[in-house]
């Protein structure tokens, strides 16, 4: 359910989300408290909520909404809601976080439900696992590839606010690997096979001998010359 962030993230949070959420200030909020980003937590099917230390009141307060968390200290004067700053609720209740070291620092832009794009620099990766319940019965989207999201997290560069978006929604702009001129990728989403394994279902094993060798169709060990 948890998962720590990145140290000494630096942000701002509208005050008026931590004042409950029905007090909650889509739109400008003149009161921003600087914090720092600490960790997140997903529940299955729901927005992740993010903990964050506030130095202020030597505190953390540990379920921020998204879009109360911004880089900048001072918030944009229109609304920004959940669907402009991510795609996908969690799949999972066990995240995982690491940093695609390639992509490190990489311009990045998305296009969001609402059909605006917004652009930043990559920051850090969140997947998911299996339950943590490894006795249960897992049926849900993080076990099916054709289903299965990450979200890869940067600070849009106009707003200031935390977003995040999968890779079918997001375009990379490598400094020195990138083109300038960016077409539409003709990819497809990935379905596995019918035989999608690098195993023979059917058989035991190769060979009664415990020495991890078995003999090809001429009865030489593979390997061998």
Known sequence: MYVNLPSYTHVWVKQSFLQGPQEFLETKDANMLEAYLVGMRCTTYEPPLYEVYVPQYNACYDKVMQNAIFNKPESPDKAITLKQVAWWDC????????????????????????NETMEGTYLFTVDYNRPYDQSAVHHNESKF?????????????NTGVLCCGPNN??????????????????FNVFNPPQDFSHEDKYKLGYSSAFDYTFQDATNQKLGEQ
């Open 169 to 186: 929604k997001m375009r990379w702009f490598h400094s020195s690997l990138g083109t300038n001129n960016t077409e539409r990728p003709p």
């Open 91 to 114: 799949i999972s209740d066990n995240p995982v976080l690491y940093r695609k070291q390639m992509m490190t620092n990489c311009r990045v832009t998305m296009q969001n439900r609402c």
């Open 145 to 157: 590839w054709q289903e299965h999201k990450s979200t890869n997290y940067f600070f849009d560069n």
